[in-house]
Protein backbone atom coordinates (compact mmCIF):
# COMPACT_ATOMS: atom_id res chain seq x y z
CA UNK A 1 0.00 0.00 0.00
CA UNK A 2 1.45 3.21 -1.21
CA UNK A 3 0.99 6.51 1.55
CA UNK A 4 1.24 9.81 -0.24
CA UNK A 5 1.56 13.35 1.54
CA UNK A 6 0.45 16.61 -0.68
CA UNK A 7 1.22 19.85 0.06
CA UNK A 8 -1.40 22.64 1.30
CA UNK A 9 -4.76 23.10 -0.11
CA UNK A 10 -5.45 26.11 -1.87
CA UNK A 11 -6.80 29.22 -0.27
CA UNK A 12 -10.58 29.29 -0.10
CA UNK A 13 -13.10 30.26 1.91
CA UNK A 14 -12.12 27.11 4.61
CA UNK A 15 -8.56 28.38 3.33
CA UNK A 16 -7.57 28.49 6.75
CA UNK A 17 -9.39 25.61 8.76
CA UNK A 18 -8.22 23.61 5.46
CA UNK A 19 -4.23 22.01 6.60
CA UNK A 20 -3.70 19.55 3.63
CA UNK A 21 -3.97 16.32 2.40
CA UNK A 22 -2.71 13.20 2.64
CA UNK A 23 -3.04 9.77 0.52
CA UNK A 24 -2.99 5.63 0.21
CA UNK A 25 -3.73 3.49 -2.31
CA UNK A 26 -7.36 4.28 -2.44
CA UNK A 27 -8.85 8.16 -1.38
CA UNK A 28 -7.61 11.34 -0.26
CA UNK A 29 -7.72 12.32 3.52
CA UNK A 30 -8.50 16.30 3.90
CA UNK A 31 -7.37 17.70 7.89
CA UNK A 32 -9.46 20.70 8.48
CA UNK A 33 -8.81 22.85 11.60
CA UNK A 34 -11.90 23.26 14.09
CA UNK A 35 -11.29 27.04 13.82
CA UNK A 36 -8.62 29.33 12.55
CA UNK A 37 -6.95 30.77 15.87
CA UNK A 38 -5.67 28.17 18.82
CA UNK A 39 -8.13 25.21 17.20
CA UNK A 40 -8.86 22.29 20.01
CA UNK A 41 -9.65 19.85 17.52
CA UNK A 42 -8.97 18.62 13.89
CA UNK A 43 -11.07 16.45 11.44
CA UNK A 44 -9.85 13.82 8.88
CA UNK A 45 -12.71 13.91 6.00
CA UNK A 46 -12.43 11.89 2.76
CA UNK A 47 -14.78 11.90 -0.34
CA UNK A 48 -17.01 14.03 -1.99
CA UNK A 49 -19.65 14.46 0.83
CA UNK A 50 -16.82 14.76 3.62
CA UNK A 51 -17.10 11.45 5.32
CA UNK A 52 -15.73 12.12 8.82
CA UNK A 53 -12.92 9.33 9.38
CA UNK A 54 -11.44 10.76 12.76
CA UNK A 55 -11.70 13.70 15.09
CA UNK A 56 -8.95 14.77 17.14
CA UNK A 57 -10.02 17.11 19.96
CA UNK A 58 -8.22 17.95 23.34
CA UNK A 59 -5.17 20.45 21.14
CA UNK A 60 -4.82 22.96 23.80
CA UNK A 61 -5.57 20.89 26.88
CA UNK A 62 -3.17 17.78 25.94
CA UNK A 63 -6.27 15.58 26.73
CA UNK A 64 -6.08 13.90 22.94
CA UNK A 65 -8.79 12.12 22.41
CA UNK A 66 -9.31 10.14 19.41
CA UNK A 67 -13.01 9.52 17.82
CA UNK A 68 -13.65 7.86 14.36
CA UNK A 69 -16.09 8.06 12.11
CA UNK A 70 -18.66 4.86 12.15
CA UNK A 71 -17.13 3.35 8.77
CA UNK A 72 -13.91 3.90 10.06
CA UNK A 73 -14.08 2.24 13.90
CA UNK A 74 -13.43 -1.14 12.95
CA UNK A 75 -10.93 -0.58 10.46
CA UNK A 76 -7.15 -2.55 11.96
CA UNK A 77 -5.69 -0.88 14.45
CA UNK A 78 -2.22 -0.33 12.31
CA UNK A 79 -4.14 1.65 9.50
CA UNK A 80 -6.09 4.01 12.45
CA UNK A 81 -1.95 4.68 13.83
CA UNK A 82 -1.11 5.85 10.23
CA UNK A 83 -4.26 8.04 9.90
CA UNK A 84 -3.78 9.44 13.19
CA UNK A 85 0.01 10.20 12.68
CA UNK A 86 -0.36 11.41 9.16
CA UNK A 87 -3.54 13.84 10.14
CA UNK A 88 -0.80 14.91 12.65
CA UNK A 89 2.19 15.14 10.62
CA UNK A 90 -0.22 17.63 7.95
CA UNK A 91 -2.17 19.69 11.24
CA UNK A 92 1.32 20.52 12.50
CA UNK A 93 3.14 21.36 9.01
CA UNK A 94 4.73 24.59 9.02
CA UNK A 95 3.43 25.67 12.45
CA UNK A 96 6.28 25.69 15.41
CA UNK A 97 4.93 23.95 18.49
CA UNK A 98 6.73 26.18 20.96
CA UNK A 99 7.43 30.07 19.94
CA UNK A 100 10.63 30.49 18.71
CA UNK A 101 11.93 32.92 21.45
CA UNK A 102 9.61 32.15 24.47
CA UNK A 103 9.79 34.92 27.10
CA UNK A 104 11.13 31.71 29.77
CA UNK A 105 11.02 28.38 30.08
CA UNK A 106 10.50 27.05 33.35
CA UNK A 107 11.34 23.84 34.67
CA UNK A 108 10.21 21.82 37.48
CA UNK A 109 12.50 20.48 39.67
CA UNK A 110 11.57 17.93 42.57
Not at 50 to 79: C, M, Q, Y
Not at 86 to 109: D, K, M, Q
Amino acid sequence: MAMHHESRTGATEQGELDRGSFSDDYRTYRVRASCADAPDSFQVLTGAGEDIVLIVSGLNSGDLKATWGPFWRSFKPNWKIWVEESAFRVFYRGRSLIPENPASIRFCRG
